[in-house]
Each structure stands twice: as structure tokens, then as C-alpha cells.
């Protein structure tokens, strides 16, 4: 015969909760203030854009990171400096949440993105109108690449475990594809670096890198808000631990009715 494991009589069925609206708790708190975090880069950036499109609509082919050298550099850098510790908070609620652990492939792949983009924010790039390359120029450049690497490995681990889960699953598929979505978007980035390594022509000029890099920001941002949603709803439902979806029998007196351990967990809430 089978050895399952046997249980008692479980609680009454109840629907994981809702968020209220309130911070119920110190992750629901790092949650909320992440994705904040990560909205309000995104606004920063496209008001940003919209302001200088109207005066010179081609200054959307130069690079965001351009932003660093005028004077609304202070606006540039608190951008890209909430972008990168609300990505923090977001996984440190998926930590709390037990979606994900700070070990994982995936926590530590958010670590370097938000690593990458305070390199970013605090390292501006050289001015090529004053100066050729200068270190602090490749500095910038190596981050960018590293941030714009890590988000999308990060995505794709994150949603790795929870596929087929009932109740992180549609969350978990949409960050996947999103995840998906970013590595296209890098991939011109790529093409420009390889054909670098054969021709010697810097990768930056092979392509319109303003248009691509905008393209690649905004689906890695979309992404963040993504993850950031999806820890906010974990913050403010019972915890969700990945365990395997093994068949657990219900004690006789109570039925003959097979659940998965996730179901188990959420019965008895």
C-alpha cells in the first residue's frame, strides 16, 4: 500500500486574503514602498523625455544616462537610485514572503541589477562632445550592462518554482514572459557588442543606442512593477512556502479526499 501521510481533520475552507489598502505588515510595507519606488522612475524618466522631445524631438536617440550631465542630473541619479533600492525592497518582501529566498539564483541576480544601476546613478558617463573614453565612462558602461543582464536571469528564476502553483502561478507566467520580453530587448545591445569584437567599431555607434536603451528600460521596468505586484499581493496573503505538489490524505473521518501540500498549507492558513 501506498505510504501516504495522514492528517487530522483540516479547518474550514478559507480563500487566501486580500490586501486591504493598509501596510499590514513590514513586508506588506517594503512591498508597496518598492513598487512605489519603481513608479515613480518611470514617471521621472518618460517626464523627462517629454520635455525635451517637445524642444528637440532627436534627443530621444541620445542615451538616458545623458540626463547625468546636465543640470537635471540630481533628478537623473534619485531616479535610477529608486529604481534600484525599490527593486531591493520588492525582493526582500518576496524573501519575507518565502516566494523566494536571499540565497537564490533569483534574489542574487536582483542584487546585481540594483547593484549595476547605483554604480549607474553615482558614476556618470563621460561627455563625448568635451572628452574621448575615460574610466569613469567604462565604469558606467560595464554596470549598464550588468543591470541590464541580471533583471532579466533574475525574472525567469523567480518565476521558475512557482509555474504550476494555483496561486502564484498567473503571477509567476507573467513575469516569466516578461523576463522573456527583456532579454529580446537586449538583444541588439548584444548583436552591437559582437560585431565590436569583429570590426573594432564601438557598439555604441553600430546602433540608435537611445531608442534601444529606452526599449530595454522600459520592459525591465515594467518587469520590476511586475515583481513588485506580485509582492505585494504575497505580503498581504498567508505565507506562501514552494513545496512540492504532493498528494496528502485527508483522515478517514473526514473524507477520502486527495490535496496537494500547497493546498494543505492554504486550508490551514
Known amino acids: 500500500m501506498e505510504n501516504v501521510p495522514t492528517v487530522g481533520p483540516p479547518a474550514p475552507r478559507t480563500l487566501p486574503r486580500r490586501p486591504t489598502g493598509r501596510l499590514t505588515s513590514p513586508a506588506h510595507a517594503l512591498a508597496v514602498g518598492g513598487t512605489a519606488a519603481a513608479a515613480l522612475t518611470v514617471l521621472t524618466i518618460v517626464a523627462l523625455d517629454a520635455r525635451l522631445a517637445i524642444v528637440s524631438p532627436g534627443v530621444l536617440r541620445h542615451t538616458i544616462s545623458e540626463y547625468g550631465l546636465g543640470p537635471q542630473r540630481w ?17 526582500a518582501a518576496l524573501v519575507s514572503s518565502r516566494i523566494t529566498r536571499w540565497r537564490s539564483g533569483a534574489a542574487m541576480a536582483t542584487v546585481l541589477w540594483s547593484a549595476g544601476l547605483t554604480v549607474v546613478a553615482l558614476v556618470p558617463k563621460e561627455d563625448r562632445a568635451l572628452v574621448e573614453d ?21 525574472a525567469r528564476l523567480l518565476a521558475r518554482p512557482w509555474r504550476r502553483s494555483a496561486t502564484w502561478g498567473s503571477y509567476a507566467g507573467r513575469i516569466r514572459r516578461l523576463g522573456l520580453l527583456s532579454a529580446l530587448a537586449f538583444a541588439p545591445i548584444l548583436y552591437a557588442v ?10 555604441w555607434e553600430i546602433l540608435p543606442l537611445g531608442i534601444v536603451e529606452r526599449l530595454l528600460v522600459g520592459a525591465e521596468a515594467v518587469t520590476v512593477l511586475a515583481i513588485g505586484v506580485w509582492a505585494v499581493r504575497a505580503s498581504g496573503s498567508p505565507t506562501a512556502r514552494p513545496v512540492p505538489a504532493t498528494p496528502v490524505r485527508i483522515h478517514p473521518a473526514a473524507g477520502d479526499e486527495k490535496l496537494t501540500a500547497e493546498e494543505l498549507l492554504r486550508e490551514r492558513g
Do not use: D, K, Q
Request: charged fraction near 5%; proline fraction near 4%; glycine fraction near 10%.
Open 75 to 91: 533628478l537623473f541619479a534619485v531616479a535610477v537610485l529608486s529604481l534600484a533600492f525599490g527593486s531591493l525592497a520588492v525582493v
Open 134 to 154: 575615460t574610466l569613469g565612462g567604462e565604469i558606467h558602461r560595464v554596470a549598464s550592462l550588468i543591470a541590464f543582464v541580471s533583471l532579466p536571469i533574475a
Open 194 to 203: 559582437g560585431h565590436m569584437m569583429l570590426t573594432g567599431t564601438p557598439w
